[in-house]
């Protein structure tokens, strides 16, 4: 039987399972990050992106619902965290949209969930099974430990490319959606380690959190592979990475 | 390793030398005692006055030059929208609110919350 980890060594332990597969690392990923994608992948990557955080409020309010009132500030945090994906500012999901149709997409085509890879309805459905079944701290430490404070690291790579006039050349106002979840998703995160730290007070619950970070990083780097291999590699074949003086945005890699 | 100086609570918190860090997410971790409400640039609660260190700091992102406009001049960032990738001492009003009590977001959110619910 496992001990109780101090907070310092579970907080290492949660980070170390997401090791080898962050979505940052990912081909889709890195071939964003270099410059290598048209406008054509951006809507794909609109369309599936859509499916997958679309489901993010309702899994939170699904976890909401599992939170005792003892835990009030984690009640609090979800409560806040879907707030500020719906209703704070702009919608998080018409971002997304606005940044869809900007690439050539239509609303209609982005919220059709028949336009989703199958990997991206499995990955939903994951979602919506997690959150409804598992302890709170257990289902907190998948949604935003796993998914949500990996977004940062994500969109820190892919953002100053899509605004560079020699990148992608969109609009700061196109791309808000990424420049919003750099920095709100450093906000959500710690305060998801803090809550996952806090109530993950027992070995046997610590180890599932452990479990749920590591299928959660690996659910999104899985997720993010799948958009290159469904609709990049046709036009790019299998992902190499280039050398910085390959990269179309050289200083950017 | 780099630190950050939070002078007003008399807090120093260190980080990995190479990485860059988000400045209210480090204030947060080590529960320094900075106010904040939103995290992604709106409110202004968590405005900080750069002491040292301006230099190794992101440059002021859009929503944070909105929001700040001239205080930026006078060396205030929010730390939610601030990366630092060396040392940093920062100050605040403890006491310190949001900036926009009665402003255009509040304006914003208040239609929004009387708006008939949304068609799709
Ligand atoms: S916390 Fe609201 S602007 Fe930074």
């Known amino acids: ?253 | 390793m780099p630190c950050i100086r939070f002078e007003t609570t008399d807090r120093t918190t260190e980080y990995p030398a190479g990485e860059s860090v988000n400045v209210l997410r480090m204030a947060i971790r080590h529960e320094v005692g900075l106010p904040w409400k939103c995290g992604s640039g709106r409110c202004g609660t968590d405005r900080i006055l750069v002491k040292e260190g301006a230099d190794h700091l992101d440059a002021p992102r859009r929503r944070e030059r909105e929001r700040l406009g001239p205080l930026l001049d006078e060396g205030y960032r929010l730390a939610c929208q601030t990366y630092t990738s060396g040392d940093l001492v920062v100050t605040w009003d403890p006491e310190q609110k949001g900036l926009d009590e009665g402003s255009e977001l509040h304006a914003k959110l208040k239609e929004r919350w009387l708006a008939a619910p949304d068609s799709t």
């Not at chain 1, 949500?148 to 560079?164: G, M």
């Not at chain 1, 730290?197 to 749920?212: G, N, R």
């Open chain 1, 1 to 253: 039987m496992t001990d109780l980890l101090n907070e310092s060594d579970f907080r290492d332990a949660l980070e170390q399972a997401m090791t080898g597969t962050m979505a940052k690392d990912a081909s889709f990923s890195r071939a964003w990050a270099t410059g290598k994608l048209d406008r054509k992948h951006f809507v794909n990557w609109a369309v599936n992106h859509y499916h997958y955080v679309g489901a993010f409020a309702d899994c939170l309010a699904l976890i909401y619902a599992n939170t005792p009132d003892s835990a009030r500030d984690a009640k609090d945090f979800l409560l806040q965290n879907m707030y500020e994906e719906e209703l704070s500012d702009d919608r998080h999901t018409d971002l997304l949209i606005r940044f869809g149709e900007v690439c050539g997409a239509t609303r209609e085509q982005i919220m059709d969930r028949r336009n989703a890879m199958p990997y991206t309805k499995g990955m939903a459905g994951w979602q919506y099974q997690l959150s409804a079944t598992q302890h709170f701290a257990v289902a907190t430490a998948a949604m935003v430990v796993g998914l949500e404070s990996q977004v940062p690291s994500i969109y820190r790579t892919q953002y100053p490319v899509l605004i560079d006039e020699a990148g992608y050349g969109f609009t700061e106002h196109d791309c808000e959606f990424f420049d919003l979840h750099i920095t709100s998703d450093e906000v959500h995160g710690e305060r998801g380690y803090q809550i996952v730290l806090k109530y993950a007070d027992t070995p046997a619950l610590q180890q599932a959190c452990i479990i749920a970070v590591r299928e959660a990083a690996d659910m999104r780097f899985n997720y993010t592979k799948s958009l290159y291999e469904t609709y990049v590699k046709p036009d790019l074949g299998e992902w190499v990475e280039p050398t910085a003086t390959e990269a179309r945005v050289a200083s950017l890699v």
